[in-house]
């Protein structure tokens, strides 16, 4: 079979000139050879009764060492000699298919991105293949990037590693079309980003991680505000569930290991504080181990819910302590809440649990605590002491050594004052005399003001002012027949007080300490004085 070459010098020789066939020869053969070169003839190479080629060996011959020569040369000169975006020269592989049509099955081509003169231009090289009965752009190289599927086909990107077949995979058909990325592992339907290498054997003594984001460089911040700056930034998942969503979660981690032979945690923040701003939801247990722990809750006005309906409790083992501090000028508040959803009668318990021994609430303070104040309050409103705000107190007053009950009252008769005192090493109770008036024998009819001296009205209502037999009033409140109407009068000048129950078939009767016993003096006195009338006149 005839070589290019022969053809070439046996065209030479037949037309009996000797020079170089320059595309203008004509041969008696009607494959011209030029013709085949110029591409002006639709005979192929290689047809029968055409020429054949050999492999060629494509080469530069240089006397120069180095450097990267051209062998081959592809070019694009439109007869318009102007281009757009787009253009190019390509080569284009075919094949016979298993019908023996001729069939496209790749394409190499360069192309024009930007094909304006002036040091601006840019090309891409792009690689297409068939797919699909259709050639599709696989690879595209610029340079500006690197496309891999451009042409938006279900074609699959794998690197494999040296015993790993999917090192890096791509899925673009997963996810109706969105794709997904495998590291380690193929890409699955479970997750856009999957990270799950194969069994490995990592470096001995070294920290080891499946995925780990490194912040060895220090990251420059600009002037102005930055909102956020953060290592790892997760926003919620934005989910829209046409279907039934169990449990929806922006981050999940699934369990703790049990391999560490100190220590198994599915979280662990080594250094540093924890913010949440959310809702903090425990099934387990919160444990705080090493001494000197604190677990310091900062809700800026917020609430911490418990919710006690399976009995909730915060507590601890054996002989240790679990101690709630307030520091600064802060309040450490329990607040029992009542109404819709919540219990009726709220209450705050102290249960030891036991049927032996005892429970107490303690409220302790340092031995060298001199002038310090440490009790109970309980308040009504703001605890001011005006109307509706009540406010009563029953604290140690390390300062006098002495216990004390305490009222806020500022809109009665008097101001804030104990109401009455148990002095350290005493037993009983000594109570508050300062505002009351001690001495009975003149009296008002309407509201009960009493004193020792005669007035024309009463300096409280204005009402008329009499003198009052003490002595009387008590004959007849120890009397039954007259026991009621004594009962009257005396909680008309605050002797006795039966809280809205006098007209009852049994009122209930309260005597205030102070003014019972005051009012037995004052009848003392009066009695005193008759004693020294009688003297006197039996003299």
């Known amino acids: 079979m005839a070589t290019i070459r022969a053809s070439l010098v046996d065209n030479s020789t037949r037309d009996n000139t000797g020079d170089k066939i320059n595309g203008s020869e004509v041969d008696a053969n009607p494959n011209t050879i030029a013709d085949i070169l110029d591409g002006t003839t639709a005979t192929d190479l290689g047809q029968s009764g055409s020429p054949t080629i050999r492999v060629p060996i494509l080469k530069d011959v240089s006397a120069a060492a180095g450097g990267v020569r051209t ?87 794998r690197i494999e590693g040296d015993n790993n077949a999917n090192l890096v995979t791509v899925d673009a058909g997963l996810f109706t079309g969105v794709g997904a990325v495998g590291i380690g592992g193929a890409a699955a339907n479970t997750s856009v980003l999957l990270v799950d290498p194969p069994a490995m054997s990592s470096a001995a003594n070294t920290n080891i991680a499946r995925l780990r984001v490194g912040n060895t460089a220090a990251v420059t911040v600009p002037a102005g505000t930055t909102s956020i700056a953060a290592a790892v930034s997760i926003e919620e998942p934005n989910l829209t569930a046409t279907g039934t969503i169990t449990s929806a979660v922006t981050l999940y981690i699934a369990a703790a290991p049990t391999e560490g032979g100190t220590n198994n945690y599915a979280l662990w923040v080594d250094s540093g504080a924890t913010k949440l701003d959310g809702t903090l939801t425990v099934d387990g247990t919160i444990s705080a181990s090493d001494t000197g722990v604190a677990i310091d809750l900062v809700t800026n006005g917020n609430r911490i819910d418990l919710d006690a309906d399976n009995d909730t409790s915060l507590r601890c083992s054996a002989d240790d302590n679990v101690l709630m501090e307030v520091g600064g000028n802060d309040q450490f508040i329990f607040g029992l809440i009542y109404g819709t959803g919540f219990p009726t009668q709220p209450y705050f318990r102290v249960d030891g649990k036991q049927t032996t021994g005892e429970a107490y609430c303690d409220v302790a303070i340092p031995a060298s605590g001199t002038g310090s104040i440490h009790g109970f309050r309980w308040i009504e409103g703001d605890g001011s002491g005006d109307a509706n705000n009540m406010g009563y107190s029953f604290a140690y007053a390390a300062g006098g050594s002495y216990m004390r009950f305490r009222s806020e009252d500022t809109d009665g008769a008097s101001t804030a004052a104990d109401v009455f005192r148990i002095p350290d090493g005493q037993l009983t109770i000594d109570a508050n005399t300062t505002w009351d008036d001690n001495v009975f024998d003149f009296a008002c009819n309407d509201c009960g003001w009493h004193g020792p001296e005669e007035v024309p009205t009463c300096p409280k209502c204005g009402g008329k002012v009499e003198w009052h037999d003490d002595l009387s009033l008590i004959d007849r409140a120890i009397h039954i027949p007259e026991r009621k109407e004594a009962l009257r009068q005396m909680e008309k000048l605050g002797i006795v007080n039966t809280y809205g129950t006098m007209d009852s078939d049994k009122p209930d009767v309260f005597i205030p300490i102070a003014r019972g016993q005051m009012f037995t003096w004052s009848a003392m006195a009066q009695l005193h004085k008759r004693v020294q009338e009688l003297e006197r006149k039996v003299a």
């Open 71 to 157: 062998a081959v040369k592809v070019r694009h000169d439109p007869v318009s000699g102007t281009v757009t975006a787009g253009d190019g020269p390509a080569i284009l592989l075919e094949a016979d298919d298993s019908a023996g049509n001729v069939t496209s099955i790749g394409r190499v081509s360069a192309q024009w991105v930007t094909p304006t003169d002036g040091g601006t231009e840019a090309a891409e090289f792009i690689l297409e293949i068939r797919r699909a009965n259709a050639l599709v752009e696989a690879v595209a190289l610029s340079g500006t990037e690197t496309t891999l599927n451009e042409s938006g086909a279900d074609i699959d990107v």
